[in-house]
């Protein structure tokens, strides 16, 4: 049980917030290319699903598992995505990222007058939060490597 | 429970077989008085709900048929064009059924390359060394299971998000192509599937698996 890293978009796809903490493997590209890819690839899930589903989507897609990790996904009705990398184990974690956005994301960037909404996230408060609550999350427990 | 579609993609990311096996699409047929509270607007050549779901008509649905009459892309077989028969007033009341679009033969073959290209992002973008592509992806509405087998041809289940017992199907069409696609001589290796015991097998192998899926639960 761990968490490997957390990104944060906006409808625009832009990255607004990154951050990893047990993460093995780097992808061989730059951040910016790798933030690039991300969003590229839930963008085209998302259409993907919306196509391709037999009944009409609600909430559309929650996450995707392969043989190593497992990627949760939640969208806001801003259009706002929370996307956090775990590993198989842990369940449906739809919750915690609601958390985040609203106790979080809401609180320390929203209520935050010096941030520029649309900007990547510099406020220290809202790092230190973020870091202290994932780690805080029953399925944080780092691998011993 | 269901079992609603299979697909078959070849090491290229094309697709060589598809099944839909119990995909049956929501339709709302509703009789409108002047003027429509719905929005329409053209979408990819078809006519869908832009604004305003009611009544069981949801945004993103298309238009079907006005009056028995059905459609075809933005007109009426008929050849009158849809956004203006429902604009002029004399045509109310108007009968209009939607419903969610169904999938042509080109889109599936787009959705399957579209799969092929995610399943190797999603295996890049790994934080864990040696990670598979997309094995279940998870929707509120469906379930994706994908197997990719040694030589690259990925089998997909696309199933309803509580059916169970998706890895042993997979397994088993594996078996089946091996079976009745690799060994029919007058087959060529990632060419569409047009073989009828491979057809056969396949189906009798998914309502087995529906039936013990659901005995299991």
Not at chain 2, 164 to 173: I, M, Q, S, T, W
Request: charged content about 25%.
């Amino acid at each position: 049980m761990t968490v490997y890293d957390f990104y944060l978009f906006d409808r625009n796809g832009n990255c607004l917030y990154y951050s990893e903490w047990n993460r093995r493997k780097q992808p061989g590209i730059s951040k910016e290319e790798e933030f690039k890819l991300m969003y590229g690839m839930i963008f085209s899930i998302k259409s993907f699903i919306n196509r391709i589903s037999p009944k009409d989507v609600h909430d559309g897609f929650l996450n995707f598992k392969t043989s190593k990790y497992k990627l949760h996904f939640y969208e806001t009705p801003s259009g706002l995505k929370f996307i956090m990398n775990t590993d198989l184990t842990v369940g449906n974690i739809r919750d915690v990222l609601q958390q985040i956005f609203s106790s979080i994301y809401v609180e320390y960037v929203v209520k935050n007058p010096l941030t520029e909404l649309g900007e990547p996230i510099t406020s220290e408060l809202f790092r230190t939060k973020l870091d202290e609550y994932i780690r805080g999350l029953p399925f944080f427990t780092p691998k011993s490597s | 429970m269901a079992i609603f579609s299979i697909y078959v993609i070849n090491k290229a990311g094309g697709l060589i077989y598809q099944h839909d096996h119990n995909a049956a699409r929501p339709e709302v047929e509703k009789t409108f008085s002047y003027p429509l509270e719905l929005q329409l607007k053209v979408f990819d050549d078809k006519i869908v709900v832009a604004f305003g779901e009611r009544d069981g008509i949801k945004v993103g649905h298309t238009v079907l048929a006005i009056n028995g009459i059905s459609s075809e892309g933005r007109y009426l077989k008929d050849g009158r064009d849809i956004l203006e028969t429902v604009a002029m007033e004399e045509n109310y009341p108007i009968s209009i059924k939607f419903g969610r679009p169904k999938l042509t033969t080109n889109e599936k073959i787009m959705l399957a390359s579209m799969f092929h290209s995610l399943f190797a992002i999603g295996c890049q973008l790994s934080p864990e060394p040696q990670s598979s592509g997309i094995e279940i992806l998870e929707t509120d509405t469906f379930k994706l299971h994908c197997h990719q087998t040694m030589t690259g041809i990925k089998f997909v289940i696309l199933t309803d998000p509580k059916q169970a017992a998706v890895d042993g199907l997979l397994k088993k069409l594996y078996e089946v192509y091996a079976d009745f696609a690799l060994k029919n001589p007058f087959y060529s290796l990632d060419m569409p599937i047009r073989c009828e015991l491979f057809d056969e097998n396949l189906k009798a192998a998914v309502e087995q698996a529906e039936k013990t899926g659901q005995a299991n639960v």
